[in-house]
């Protein structure tokens, strides 16, 4: 089984402040990781992933994760946010094979930009 | 592309009645799509998933005769709420994967998200 665990529920920053949410994972087997953004009653919008390659993930909005595998983590971050990127944002994981096809949450992070 | 659609986007109903929700893929084949039920201020929790052309596989505690799903097509899946409650009222989300062919798991595209509102 998996488990996502977003260290943070709440973070609050300024405008074009730099921003980091924090991502880490449990899993015996290899997984493809996810984010996603949720703006206030919509669905979930995919910011960027990670299936293989070069862990340096690029997405949209100007956001970037990296995936470390040794420490489990996929921190999403941006140089400099604005108030529109306002949101709720998801990490989440799924197993590559085996198991179940499921994505397993994170309970989520609040990112709230202040002017 | 990969775009999502949910109809309708929000509903009332009264107690006891049905609700129907659409999922659809526009402009992709999904085999496989989810639905998802998030209640306020917190993470998704999937309640099912459902294959095109073979029966819902559906989480546990999740109850398969209140919450009828259909795959009838590779664009469209439905959710059906039978004799809701107000304790069903909750934020519905599908989402849909692209079918790569490999078997591989790709990425989940999610739609907008149904607001239901049993009174």
């Known amino acids: 089984a998996q488990s996502v665990t977003q260290l943070d529920s709440q973070v609050p920053v300024f405008e074009e402040a730099p921003v980091e949410l924090r991502c880490n994972y449990s899993?015996?087997?290899?997984?493809?990781l996810f984010w996603y953004v949720q703006y206030p009653n919509q669905g979930l919008q995919l910011l960027l992933k990670?299936?293989?390659?070069?862990?340096l993930v690029k997405g949209i909005n100007g956001f970037e994760a990296e995936f470390n595998k040794s420490q489990t983590s996929f921190h999403l971050r941006k140089p400099s946010v604005h108030i529109s990127d306002t949101a709720e944002y998801f990490c989440?994981?799924?197993?590559?094979?085996?198991?179940?096809?499921?994505?397993?949450f994170g309970k989520g992070t609040k990112l709230t930009v202040n002017p | 592309g990969a775009v999502v659609s949910q109809h309708p986007s929000r509903v009332i109903c009264k107690s006891g009645t049905s609700v129907k929700i659409e999922c659809r893929s526009l402009?992709?084949?999904?085999?496989?799509m989810f639905w998802y039920r998030q209640f306020p201020k917190q993470s998704l929790m999937l309640m099912a998933t459902s294959n095109e052309g073979s029966k819902a596989t559906y989480e546990q505690g999740v109850e398969k005769d209140k919450f009828l799903i259909n795959h009838a097509s590779l664009t469209l899946s439905t959710l059906t709420v039978t004799s809701a409650h107000p304790e069903d009222s909750s934020f519905y989300i599908c989402s849909a994967r692209i079918f790569s062919g490999r078997g591989r798991r790709d990425t989940q595209y999610f739609g907008p998200g149904t607001r239901l509102t049993v009174l």
């Open positions: 899993s015996s087997v290899s997984v493809y």
């Open positions: 402009d992709f084949q999904a085999t496989t």
């Open positions: 990670y299936l293989s390659g070069s862990t």
């Open positions: 989440a994981v799924t197993p590559v094979q085996g198991g179940s096809e499921k994505l397993v």
